[in-house]
């Protein structure tokens, strides 16, 4: 099955950019969403396909994927981003087609 | 408002069976694919089982294939998921969450309902 790998954990310095990446067999090739979940609350939807934010996510987050890593940009990073992300892929050639990488803790420092 | 509201868990020993509900309302329940994901301790998010609007089509994780079960019906604007031969490892918090056809991401999310399997 189709395997999704991020970092443990990243930390950046308030008012830094944060990158945390996710890295899949040609990943480039497939549609990648990230999830952002505090504690204590549900995932929310910060990117889908690959780049687009849902209405009300700030500018601040990004992402982009190429090759075999997907990167989800947290510019200008504020307090209030510390949490976990993750990223999710469809993989349709598969019969267990939802994938979610392992997570990554971000730290702001 | 959109909303999704889960319902069902609880403890159960091991190789006991629980069936999780997942209520949607503010949106045309029967447009939507559905998806469950569950969240153990101390580790990150896991998606569980798909269901199709129509319920037509349906995919499952390998850990959980052979002992869960996605349905939904439509009429109720309700999503369910039923686990026999349930283990310790599936100790989780259970999301249902709405999907978007096509590229399959999850784009509302219910505050989750807790499983617990202990002996």
């Known amino acids: 099955s189709y395997v999704l790998t991020q970092p443990p954990s990243v930390s950046v310095a308030p008012g830094q950019t944060a990158r945390i990446t996710c890295g899949g067999d040609?990943?480039?090739?497939?549609?990648v969403h990230w999830y952002q979940q505090k504690p204590g609350q549900a995932p929310v939807l910060v990117i889908y396909d690959d780049g687009d934010r849902p209405s009300g996510i700030p500018e601040r987050f990004s992402g982009s994927s190429s090759g075999n890593t997907a990167t989800l940009t947290i510019s200008r990073v504020e307090a209030g981003d510390e949490a976990d992300y993750s990223c999710?892929?469809?993989?349709?050639?598969?019969?267990?087609?939802?994938?979610f990488g392992g997570g990554t803790r971000l730290t702001v420092l | 408002e959109v909303q999704l509201v889960e319902s069902g868990g609880g403890w159960v020993q091991p190789g006991g069976s629980l069936r999780l509900s997942c209520e949607g309302s503010?949106?045309?329940?029967?447009?939507?694919?559905m998806t469950w994901v569950r969240r153990a301790p101390g580790k990150g998010l896991e998606w569980i089982a798909y269901i199709s609007g129509s319920g037509e089509f349906v995919y499952y994780a390998e850990s959980v294939t052979g002992r869960f079960t996605i349905t939904r019906v439509n009429a109720r604007d309700s999503l369910f998921l039923q686990m026999n031969s349930l283990r310790v490892g599936d100790t989780a918090l259970y999301y249902c969450a709405r999907g978007a056809s096509g590229s399959h991401y999850m784009d509302v999310w219910g505050k989750g309902t807790t499983v617990t399997v202990s002996s």
């Open positions: 999710q892929v469809w993989d349709s050639s598969s019969d267990h087609p939802g994938v």
């Open positions: 040609n990943i480039g090739s497939k549609s």
């Open positions: 503010g949106f045309t329940f029967r447009s939507y694919d």
